[in-house]
Nanobody, 128 residues
Framework: QLHLVESGGGLVNPGGSLTLSCAAS????????VGWFRQAPGKEREGVAI????????YYPESVKGRFTVSSDSAKNMVYLKMDSLKPEDTAVYYC?????????????????????WGQGTQVTVSS
């Protein structure tokens, strides 16, 4: 069974930067999408960054493109989310997610229903 554990959340000033980490263990498949979703108060969960283990292709919505960067370290079984130029609207609980690549259709990489494995979440608050 795949387990995902996030860390690195906290309070940061608007315009600041923060990096989240996700430790993964027990992968039942070799090729997968892994990355991050978030849920702000009163809002639907939103996919913010996904990376393919097969070729490193990344997926971002327009709301974070150019500000967030997802990366992974296969040797350490870690995935990261580097967030720059943070805005108050980035405040949310951030979740590490993963799923087998073959189960996700092209164009649906940022749809939450396509991910079976979720971490517990880590709170990010952007406020001065």
């Amino acid at each position: 069974q795949l387990h995902l554990v996030e860390s690195g959340g906290g309070l940061v000033n608007p315009g600041g930067s923060l990096t989240l980490s996700c430790a993964a263990s027990g992968f039942p498949f070799d090729e997968f999408f892994v990355g991050w979703f978030r849920q702000a108060p009163g809002k639907e969960r939103e996919g913010v960054a996904i990376i393919s283990s097969s070729d490193g292709t990344t997926y971002y919505p327009e709301s974070v493109k150019g500000r967030f960067t997802v990366s992974s370290d296969s040797a350490k079984n870690m995935v990261y989310l580097k967030m720059d130029s943070l805005k108050p609207e980035d405040t949310a609980v951030y979740y590490c997610v993963a799923n087998e690549i073959d189960e996700i259709l092209g164009g649906q990489e940022l749809q939450q229903a396509n991910y079976d494995y979720w971490g517990q979440g880590t709170q990010v608050t952007v406020s001065s």
